[in-house]
């Protein structure tokens, strides 16, 4: 059964605390994706990764951190630094590109981190 | 830059009724467009997309979208609502500058009503 896992589903911070949140796929798809949700707004682009070893920043990467040590795999790391944690956090991949055309990407279920 | 417009943060229809769920986009170059639904607290699923194909596209679920350039819109339509159909959904667009991004729009919640 071919797809996206993330875990844990839901997860609780101390603030000051650093956390990881896991993103697993079986999907073979090259690039892979970070993005945070908050109410009422469209999703925002933390980290994106095109190839293992090898990532770029998003549009919102301040306070988090990521590594591609494996083509499957790809945990975000909240850190400390991050002021506003607290979101619903999306995980996506997508298969090789056509022609320039990267396609669709495909979700995971999605970490709904809170920070206490 | 590019941008998506979803014109509508709620629509609210009754069971059997039409949907109308709009988007316009801004793009310099022939876009990739999507629509995608999210259910609460799940992830996203897509819908349709086109691709500079055909203009009308058909998606899962009964949805059709049908690409506009010269209104630079990209809505979403089904003939007939469904309960299962209440969820989220969003209107997407390729950065043509990079098209491993996407562009979201913030949004459209649908009700159905029985």
């Known amino acids: 059964d071919g797809g996206i896992t993330q875990s844990p589903k839901y997860l609780f911070r101390k603030e000051g605390q650093n956390v990881t949140l896991s993103c697993e796929q079986n999907l073979n798809h090259d690039a892979m994706y970070w993005y945070r949700q908050d109410p009422g707004q469209g999703l925002r682009l933390i980290y994106y990764s095109q190839i293992v070893n090898d990532f770029q920043k998003g549009d919102i990467a301040e306070g988090y951190s990521v590594s591609r040590e494996k083509k499957e795999s790809f945990p975000l790391t909240v850190t400390s630094a991050q002021k506003n944690p607290t979101a619903f956090y999306l995980c996506?991949?997508?298969?090789?590109?056509?022609?320039?055309?990267?396609?669709?990407?495909?979700f995971g279920p999605g970490t709904r981190l809170t920070v206490l | 830059a590019q941008s998506v417009t979803q014109l509508d943060s709620h629509v609210s229809v009754s069971e059997g009724t039409p949907v109308l769920l709009r988007c316009n986009y801004s793009s310099s170059y022939s876009p990739s467009l999507f629509w995608y639904v999210q259910h609460p607290n799940k992830g996203l699923q897509l819908l349709l997309k086109?691709?500079?194909?055909?203009?009308l596209v058909k998606g899962i679920n009964g949805f059709e979208a049908e690409f506009k350039k010269s209104e630079t819109s990209f809505h979403l339509t089904k003939p007939s609502a469904h309960m299962s159909d209440a969820a989220e959904y969003f209107c997407v667009v390729s950065d043509p500058y990079n098209t491993d991004k996407l562009i979201f729009g913030t949004g459209t919640r649908l009700q159905v009503f029985p």
């Open positions: 086109y691709t500079s194909a055909a203009t």
């Open positions: 996506a991949s997508s298969p090789p590109r056509q022609g320039v055309l990267r396609g669709e990407q495909f």
